[in-house]
């Protein structure tokens, strides 16, 4: 496979000043006959500018070929350059990608004939994303995988990567009275829009920089009488943002949202039926004055929402409150153990390096949670993103005997079998009580269900740690700490066997199990777990996310208490 193009470098707005197509073509005027144009980046911005420009310059019958990876917007301008008698050709390409850049040569091709007495190239295309004034990331063509990022230059543990702003998002249905529409803070003090009574705030600050997305759907929720769930709305949202600003809404942004996988072909019958269902809700719902899209169009937008959508966090990060798109998230591929880990952190998610990660090795982050068999999480991952997993971990089944190990004491086979029967059921019932908040019926089917696994299931089988997490919950709702701590710490012993150091799951498991003993009176080892919590969430969360915050406090507390207790002893 022939290795894909290097990046192109940006220039400061200044150097681009400086060389300015336009001034350029501003001296060729009277001079160009009939010309073929090609301009690459040209959907929007400079690109646009300098196709318009041209569009001034040369004779009638001219040709352009305009490319860009934003189609839509490519048409609008082919449309309006066609007006001027030029023959204009749209080529969408993602010019990053191996055979673009020869699809956009032959395009060329077929448009030459003998009596063009120029050819005129503007590449204005960039497939590097900045964050401040570094380049920390590269499109490329990822192979099999498709489309990829990988790192532009070394990257150090914990370091942001890139923080990208949502192109739409929305709150889930089941807590939009709890979660602030804007921000996606969960809060008791809400502020509720006065006009759909939907939407609510956190304040008028709030509410006043979301106006911008939400005016539209406001008014559609009061025309519709009701708000529709949230894959609808967020179906919504994504087409009005690309009715204002294209697919494409700031210069770091790397692909039109419209060019983001969908595998709608891959769907079986039944997700096609709950599709179909969608679009004609969307259809109900839609009000964009006289804005009309076909079903395949609609189909299209909420494919590329179930393949790319990204769950967010409250600002705890303990509870998933909403859904957003995030294109430039969406490019990095999934492994099993990635060198990666997503965060929401005020308003945008942040893409952060687990560990040293050298120039040119691919950004990868997990789709799905580690502590599953391999056959789970490859059926997970079918399923949902239409892939087959071939990482490392799931090719070579790695950790998949821990997490379904027998205890020492070496149990028979039949008593295996019947113990991880009867923890399925238990399972099931547990949960079944844990949403109803029965924590009472939850903490004694759990206390049933470990004593059967007693010397049967070992420490690190996944159906043990599941019970064991959920007993530590509920006995902490009801503040029985010293039982809680006893529990959260036989999890976190099977969790630090099982995940790798630097993950965000194990960093929240011990941080909770390191202030459970805390409360419970066990200072020294809360305040041994806090400080190892803390350790791993600096790198998955960062110094500025209101859970390390916390925790800093947390750690700080401990710390004098310790002291405190040092200077009174005897």
């Not at 406001?218 to 709305?233: H, L, T």
């Amino acid at each position: 496979m022939a290795t894909p193009p290097s990046p192109v470098k940006r220039r400061s707005r200044g150097a681009l000043a400086s060389r300015s197509p336009l001034r350029a073509a501003a001296r060729m005027e009277q001079q160009l006959g009939r010309a073929l144009c090609i301009i690459t980046g040209a959907s929007r911005g400079f690109g646009r500018a300098v196709a318009k420009a041209m569009a001034r310059l040369v004779e009638p019958e001219s040709v352009f070929v305009l490319v860009a990876r934003s189609g839509d917007e490519l048409r609008t301008l082919q449309t309006e350059l066609a007006a001027s008698d030029l023959d204009v050709r749209c080529a969408v390409a993602d010019l990053s990608l191996e055979g673009a850049p020869e699809n956009v040569v032959r395009a060329a091709k077929e448009a030459f004939s003998a009596d063009i007495r120029h050819v005129i190239l503007v590449n204005n295309a960039a497939r590097t994303m900045t964050v401040g004034n570094t380049e920390t990331v590269e499109l490329f063509d990822a192979g099999p995988k498709g489309r990829g990022l990988r790192a532009g230059r070394d990257l150090g543990t914990g370091e942001v990567v890139f923080a990208e702003a949502s192109f739409a998002a929305v709150v889930f249905d089941s807590v939009f009275m709890q979660v602030c529409h804007n921000c996606f803070r969960q809060q008791a003090a809400l502020h509720r829009c006065a006009q759909c009574q939907f939407a609510f705030y956190c304040n008028r600050t709030c509410q006043t920089a979301c106006w911008d997305e939400h005016k539209n759907e406001c008014a559609a929720i009061r025309e519709a009488g009701k708000a529709p769930d949230e894959n609808v709305r967020l179906a919504a949202r994504v087409l009005w943002r690309l009715h204002k600003d294209s697919g494409i809404v700031s210069d770091s942004q790397l692909i039109s949202v419209e060019q983001l996988e969908d595998h709608v072909s891959d769907l079986p019958q039944k997700n096609l039926q709950r599709l179909e269902t969608d679009v004609q809700s969307f259809l109900e719902y839609w009000s964009y004055g006289k804005k009309r899209h076909s079903v395949d169009y609609i189909s299209h937008i909420f494919g590329i929402i179930a393949c790319n959508g990204f769950i967010m966090s409250d600002q705890k990060g303990l509870r998933s409150v909403g859904v957003g798109l995030f294109p430039n998230l969406s490019l990095v591929n999934h492994d099993c153990s990635p060198n990666c880990s997503v965060v929401l952190n005020h308003g945008k998610i942040e893409l952060r390096a687990l560990g040293k990660i050298p120039e040119g090795q691919e950004l990868t982050v997990s789709y799905v949670d580690f502590l599953n068999l391999s056959g789970v999480r490859k059926k997970k991952l079918m399923e949902r993103y239409h892939f087959e997993c071939t990482c490392q971990r799931c090719s070579q089944h790695l950790k998949d005997d821990l997490m379904m190990a027998a205890a020492e004491a070496k149990p028979s086979a039949e008593k295996l079998k019947e113990v991880t029967a009867v923890s399925e059921d238990c399972l099931e019932k547990i949960e079944k009580c844990h949403v109803e908040k029965d924590f009472h019926e939850v903490v004694k089917l759990c206390g049933e269900c470990l004593a059967k696994q007693e010397n049967v299931l070992a420490d690190t089988h996944l159906y043990k740690l599941r019970v064991l997490s959920v007993a530590s919950e509920a006995l902490l709702f009801q503040r029985l700490f010293p039982e809680a701590a006893a529990y959260a710490q036989r999890m976190v012993d099977g969790y630090t066997k099982l995940y790798p150091c630097n993950n965000a799951q194990l960093g929240l498991a011990i941080m909770r199990a390191g202030v459970v003993h805390w409360q419970s009176g066990k200072t020294e080892l809360g305040h041994s777990m806090i400080c190892q919590a803390y350790s791993i969430l600096m790198v998955t969360h960062g110094p500025d996310h209101a859970i390390t915050k916390d925790l800093e406090s947390t750690r700080m507390q401990t710390e004098l208490e310790l002291k405190r207790k040092k200077a009174t002893s005897p």
